[in-house]
């Protein structure tokens, strides 16, 4: 399934960047106080006053991994032994050690030139990840360099199947990176990317950390096109297509109108950002071992007995559900009850389909019937007949196609149903 994307306008990624500071403000070489900003690192503001990020970090009682938060106010030692002379001028240096906090990007704008340039420079690709003590040569007009550097710098990056950042809709956290600082690169509003991701205040991230980034698609209607195909391509149910296009859900779809796909968000509902660890109460030396677990109780039944052809996979080679072998004409049982949202032929994969509304957003779809034994609107019980097994759509042979959903998204069907059928 492909994910979920929402743009972000070029003002609001202007914001993000970071304008320049008001006519009113102190130099930042002179500043003896900094509130720190949106996207901001303890390297990048040393940078910019003139003193080490050590030195700052001493002055403020800052800790490894050195993380500030927006709108911490930091002391400048100035004038003091741990404040070293003023570092050489970013935009005048040709060569540059990378320091903690610093990204490939963060050096190219402070050094005044493009990050492009400076990756070629130094043949750097994709995903152009720099580390701490490298020593990166700054592209600058002047003495000639090597004639290694001269032919790297004036070749093309080499292709990669990586995407770039505004493009990108999954991002991992690289050392040195923000929030901020990915969101004014994928052109999406931070407070998008911290809804997606259930990030709390202060908004901090983890090296290594995935973020799902929000983007907005459209879809243009054509011949065939129903409200179920739409939500099974862009995994977000029919209901919040339709309410977000101002269509009835139960009217037509017409050929060639342009439908916005919108934004499916799942934040987490406690408040606890989903990738902060949950405190867990320590357990008294003395106490006597708990009792284990009660097994979870599966949430549906299988819908039919047989061997599985192909199981649920993620990644690139994904398969949303099951698909079970069965004899021709064998009865396809309703996995809960519920009410049937959709009977019929489903014309791109999965033949004659019937998918059931469990309620509480949750969904379960069969496939490849044979034929289809109940009606769009009917109220099932669970185990009651909704069709027989067959081989229409793309079927390998005699077997049911079967998928568990919850909010439009696939879940692994083996994790809500008994071990046996």
């Given amino acids: 399934m492909m994910r979920i994307r929402l743009l972000a306008t070029a003002a609001i990624a202007a914001a993000l960047a ?6 009113l403000a102190i130099s930042p070489d002179q500043e003896s106080v900094h509130v720190v900003e949106t996207g901001e690192t303890l390297n990048g503001i040393a940078n910019r ?21 927006i709108g911490q106010k930091l002391a400048i ?41 400076l990756a070629r420079a130094n043949g750097i690709e994709a995903p152009f990840i720099v580390r701490i003590g490298q020593t990166l040569d700054i592209p600058r007009a002047g003495p000639v360099r090597t004639a290694s550097r001269v032919i790297e710098a004036r070749q093309p990056p080499a292709a990669s199947g990586t995407a770039s950042p505004a493009e990108e809709t999954t991002h991992v956290v690289q050392p040195g990176e923000t929030l901020g600082g990915i969101a004014v690169r994928a052109k999406v509003p931070r407070v998008l990317i911290a809804e997606a991701n259930g990030l709390q205040p202060p908004f901090i991230v983890k090296v290594g950390q995935k973020l799902h980034i929000p983007r907005t698609r459209h879809h243009a209607v054509v011949p065939g096109d129903t409200g179920f195909s739409l939500a099974m391509k862009y995994g977000v149910p029919w209901e919040q297509i339709a309410t ?12 060639g109108e342009n439908l916005l796909i919108p934004t499916l968000l799942n934040p987490p509902q ?8 949950v405190p867990v109460p320590e357990t008294p030396a003395a106490a006597p ?7 979870k109780t599966a949430r549906f039944g299988w819908p039919v007995s047989g061997p599985i052809r192909r199981g ?37 994969q999965f033949g004659n389909l019937v998918v059931i509304d469990h309620g509480n957003g949750w969904y379960t779809a069969y496939g490849f019937l044979s034929r289809i034994t109940v009606k769009e609107g009917a109220k099932v019980a669970a185990g009651e007949r909704i069709g027989l097994v ?22 692994d069907p083996l994790e809500e149903l008994p071990k046996t059928p």
Avoid at 96 to 101: D, F, I, R
Avoid at 323 to 328: G, H, N, R, T
Avoid at 329 to 348: I, L, P
Avoid at 392 to 401: D, I, M, N, V
């Fill in 244 to 255: 977000a296009n101002n269509l009835d859900p139960a009217a037509p779809l017409k050929t």
């Fill in 18 to 23: 970071g304008a320049a500071a008001p006519a």
């Fill in 312 to 348: 649920y996979a993620t990644g690139s080679n994904y398969h949303d559900g099951l698909d079970i072998k069965a004899a021709k004409g064998t009865m396809v049982r309703a996995a809960a009850a519920g009410t049937v949202k959709f009977a019929g032929k489903e014309k791109d």
């Fill in 77 to 117: 030692p100035r004038g003091t032994a741990e404040a070293p002379p003023a570092a050489p001028s970013s935009a005048a240096e040709t060569a540059h050690v990378v320091e903690p906090g610093e990204t490939l990007n963060g050096i190219a704008n402070r050094a005044g030139v493009s990050p492009a340039d």
């Fill in 289 to 295: 071992p708990s009792a284990p677990a009660p097994a």
């Fill in 49 to 69: 006053a003139g003193v080490s990020a050590e030195a700052i970090a001493k002055a403020n009682g800052l800790e490894a991994p050195f993380v500030v938060r």
């Fill in 270 to 277: 406690t408040g606890v950002s989903k990738l902060d660890p």
């Fill in 390 to 411: 067959g081989s229409t759509g793309l079927a390998k042979g005699s077997e049911l196609h079967f998928e568990v959903r919850q909010d439009g998204k696939p879940v």
